[in-house]
């Protein structure tokens, strides 16, 4: 499985997720639409949003199953 990291700026502090649409939403500080396949928000992923992403310049990490958190 694939996982996505996103993190703040200084990369203190990071949301994951396996949806890579509701990451890149995240990243973008797109809090309105946060949302994974099956149309459920993600209400972690607009708090992050809301604390970092709207004012930061966050980045995406991908990370496999062989790749260690």
Known sequence: MIRYIV???DKSEGFITN??????E???GADSN???RE???SDLG???CEIY????????E???DKDDL
Do not use: H, M
């Open 19 to 24: 949806d890579k649409n509701v990451a890149y």
């Open 7 to 9: 993190w703040n700026e």
């Open 53 to 60: 992403s709207w004012d930061q310049d966050c980045t995406i």
């Open 26 to 28: 995240v990243r973008k």
């Open 62 to 64: 991908e990370l496999n």
């Open 34 to 36: 946060c949302f994974n």
């Open 46 to 48: 607009v708090s992050f």
């Open 39 to 41: 149309g459920e928000r």
